[in-house]
């Protein structure tokens, strides 16, 4: 079908089918990069998407108070696909609203005008054909550029908080942008304004992709900020823990002295006593006093620290620790990091295990072995509720995530000094922690 220059006034406006799929896939794709609501995100957008094309089609071409409706109606559209698929509260959600709905209009925009110019200058044949061509075409184009502009973000630890006040300037920001690009719409006569349709498209495909730009400007200088914030936290934090394990050192120390001159002087009353109920009283404080005693020799004078002041909370709490370790194994980590590593691990396990409500169940396996040149440490406990997981890892269940949550990141972050992996499961009420370090 070719097109004469009496129909080409038909194309001066996107269809809103057009639009309506650049919404759904720039939703999509940010999506893709955020912790989600369980399995089969996708298939949850799908019914939304559907009455978006719907909305979209029979509300075209629409203006002035009408036309602000519709587009408020589309927002919550993208609202609603963020609500039944993300984690978060409101302002991460209708954040990466604004950030959709900015992509979506500038990938209809921009696909439309190449498909215009065509039809203008009559480098196309079949219509229909040619419509369908550009739009997978530069829908394809925008959407893996900004896939991959997106990928360091997806695969980023920090867990981005969205604050009222950058929530307010980045809505201000993109109405200002989105009313820039669309002006001519309403208004032709103004030093901003065009009457042609070549330029009016020239104008808002470039605000809508300066909008864009400045979205993901704002986005990567939160997400440094973020993870600045982080490091420095996860740092002050790991000499805290070796601080701590510096005075465990000298209690365990202490303790282990006080032990043994405790077990002499028992030994030497008993030798002066008869047999009876006084010795079986010595026998008893001599069983009560033992357990005091650090009783892990791995090889390692640090591991053997962390476990003993562990092994101590255990016992407090009612918790059995039972551990197979080679200390020698991590004779390789620097003492900060091997204080980090096992005691962030084992008070996790110590504060999920001491909410089990049978005391019999709760229960800490830990091993630590060499084993092909790696360094492997599987730490297994017993837990109640849900878990929720981000890359392989638990999301912690506390309810300020701002302040809480550094103990697992600390630990990817030891695994990753090393060039090692870390990650955990859940399955039929037992956490399991799996780290695998090459030994050099």
């Not at 509260?89 to 696909?111: H, Q």
């Not at 823990?241 to 030497?268: A, P």
Request: hydrophobic residues 45%; neutral net charge.
């Amino acid at each position: 079908m070719s097109v004469g220059i009496r129909d080409i006034a038909e194309f001066g406006n996107t269809p809103g089918y057009w639009y309506a799929l650049a919404y759904f896939s720039a939703a999509a794709l940010f999506i893709n990069t955020i912790p989600k609501k369980g399995r089969f995100w996708l298939a949850r957008l799908i019914p939304l998407w559907v009455i978006l094309e719907v909305f979209m089609s029979l509300t075209e071409g629409k203006s002035g108070i009408t036309f602000i409706l519709v587009m408020l109606c589309i927002i919550g559209i993208l609202y609603l696909m963020m609500q039944v698929t993300i984690e978060g509260d409101y302002r991460k959600k209708l954040y990466y609203t604004i950030r959709s709905f900015m992509l979506g209009e500038f990938v209809a925009s921009f696909g439309w005008q190449i498909f215009y110019f065509g039809v203008v200058n009559k480098k196309i044949g079949d219509v229909k054909l040619s419509e369908i061509g550009t739009m997978c075409g530069i829908f394809v184009l925008v959407f893996v550029i900004s896939f991959f502009a997106e990928e360091r973000h997806r695969k980023s630890n920090v867990d981005l908080e969205i604050s009222k006040n950058a929530l307010l300037g980045i809505i201000v920001m993109s109405i200002v942008t989105y009313s820039f690009s669309n002006l001519s719409y309403v208004v032709s006569n103004t030093p901003f304004t065009t009457m042609y349709t070549s330029e009016l498209f020239m104008i808002r495909s470039s605000a809508d992709l300066m909008g864009v730009l400045l979205l993901y400007t704002i986005h990567e200088i939160m997400q440094q900020t973020a993870e600045r914030i982080e490091a420095e936290t996860i740092n002050n934090m790991l000499q805290l823990q070796y601080n701590q394990y510096q005075i465990s050192e000298k209690t365990i120390d202490l303790v282990n002295q006080k032990y043994h001159d405790l077990k002499h002087q028992i030994r030497l009353l008993k030798s002066n006593m008869d047999v009876g109920i006084g010795t079986e009283y010595l026998d008893q404080m001599m069983d009560e006093i033992k357990q005091y005693e650090a009783q892990f020799k791995t090889g390692n004078r640090i591991l053997d620290t962390i476990l003993s002041a562990e092994s101590m909370k255990c016992q407090t709490k009612g918790i059995e620790l039972t551990c197979v370790a080679d200390g020698t194994a991590v004779d390789f980590m620097e003492p900060m990091d091997i204080s980090a590593l096992f005691g962030n691990a084992l008070d996790n396990a110590i504060d999920a295990a001491e909410k089990i409500g049978n005391p019999e169940e709760r229960l800490i396996y830990l091993n630590v072995e060499r084993q092909k040149g790696f360094l492997r440490i599987h730490l297994e406990n017993r837990f109640t509720g849900k878990i929720k997981f981000k890359h392989h890892l638990p999301m912690t269940t506390k309810a300020d995530t701002n302040i809480h949550g550094y103990g697992v990141k600390s630990m990817k972050t030891i695994s990753e000094k090393y060039n090692g992996a870390i990650r955990a499961e859940a399955k039929d009420g037992w956490f399991k922690l799996y780290i695998l370090i090459p030994i050099p």
